[in-house]
């Protein structure tokens, strides 16, 4: 089964540091990407990122640029979201998701969809 | 303010029709197909349509989708209280090498 890992909960403190997870199982994890999405309390879903495991390309949504840093390793098949200064507005639940990439031969060219996702981790920052 | 543009509410009898509309751009919906969402409060996010109109395993034919032009809808025949949901499109973008989102369809079953 192809299944999504992602790390517990966090309770931080403004101006502190986070890293948390996502896991891949149940496929070639280094040849998919993985996208990172927020979702802040009562609100909508907003793309963070994304990440090729299998060489670390990474592509960041102008919203979260120099905000966060996505990386892999793909030698325990893990993507990692992370922020070096967490501020309240870091509030928020945050998804990874596995990028299914197709040919499509209608227009010539790729298409793509988010086939499974996590079950997203909370992050909570109050001081 | 998303890029997609979906109305924040619809609702509907058991048993009716609802549709939901998405309205994108040439470097979004123009180029790329449009796939739907459905999210219960305090879950993920389940891919409901990709490709437009393909439903994966499992999901019910009575969710069906499709896209003309810049613009795309998911249709629910014979609706359900367990349809009760939040509904999103996306699709990939040209401009920013990733996904845009919707701002989500809230579904009520009245």
Redesign the interface.
């Known amino acids: 089964e192809v299944q999504l890992v992602q790390s517990g909960a966090e309770v931080k403190k403004p101006g502190e540091s986070l890293k948390i997870s996502c896991q891949g199982s149940g496929y070639n994890f280094i040849s998919y990407w993985i996208v990172w999405v927020r979702q802040m309390p009562g609100k909508g879903l907003e793309w963070m990122g994304i990440i090729y495991p299998g060489d670390s390309a990474t592509t960041y949504s102008p919203s979260f640029q120099g905000q966060v840093t996505i990386s892999a390793d793909k030698s325990i098949s893990t993507s990692y979201l992370q922020w070096s200064s967490l501020k309240a507005s870091d509030t928020a639940m945050y998804y990874c998701a596995r990028r299914y990439d197709y040919y499509d031969s209608s227009v010539d060219g790729n298409q793509y969809y988010m086939d499974v996702w996590g079950k997203g981790t909370t992050v909570t920052v109050s001081s | 303010q ?1 890029v997609l543009t979906q109305p924040p509410s619809a609702s509907g009898t058991p048993g009716q029709r609802v549709t939901i509309s998405c309205s994108g751009s040439s470097s979004n919906i123009g ?3 449009v ?1 739907w ?1 459905q999210q219960f409060p305090g ?5 409901l349509i ?2 437009n109109n393909q439903r ?1 395993s499992g999901v019910p034919d009575r969710f069906s989708g499709s896209k003309s032009g810049t613009s795309a809808s998911l249709a629910i025949r014979g609706l359900q209280s367990e349809d009760e949901a939040k509904y ?1 499109c ?1 699709a ?1 973008d040209d401009s ?9 369809t809230k579904v009520t079953v009245l």
């Open positions: 998303s180029t790329y197909s796939n969402y879950m993920a996010p389940k891919l990709y490709n994966p999103y996306v990939w920013l090498r990733g996904p845009v989102f919707g701002g989500g």
